[in-house]
C-alpha cells in the first residue's frame, strides 16, 4: 500500500495557493468586464449623437444610486442616427 501522507501535503499546498490566485484573477476579469461596459456605453452614446460633455456626465453620474427621482443632469436618450457597426 502505498503512503499518502507526501499526496495529502501537496494538496494542502496547492489549495493554500490556488485560492489567492483565483480571488486575484477574479477581481481582474471583473475590472476587465466594467472597463468593457464603460467602452460599449460611451459608443452607443457617441452613435446616439450625445456631445463629450453629456457622456462625462451620465459616467460620472453614480450607478448604485437607488433614488426613483430623475437626474436633473443627464440629458434624456437620443435616438441612434446610425447603427453602430456596419456588416
Known sequence: MR???P??????VVMIFSIPMVAIISSV?????KAWLEIALKRD???RGY???EITEVLR???DSRSKTALPNVP???PIK?????P
Open 3 to 5: 503512503e499518502i501522507g
Open 7 to 12: 499526496f495529502i501535503g501537496l494538496v494542502a
Open 29 to 33: 476579469c471583473a475590472e476587465a468586464f
Open 45 to 47: 452614446m457617441v452613435a
Open 51 to 53: 456631445t463629450a460633455a
Open 61 to 63: 453620474a453614480k450607478g
Open 76 to 78: 434624456p436618450a437620443k
Open 82 to 86: 446610425q447603427p453602430i457597426y456596419s
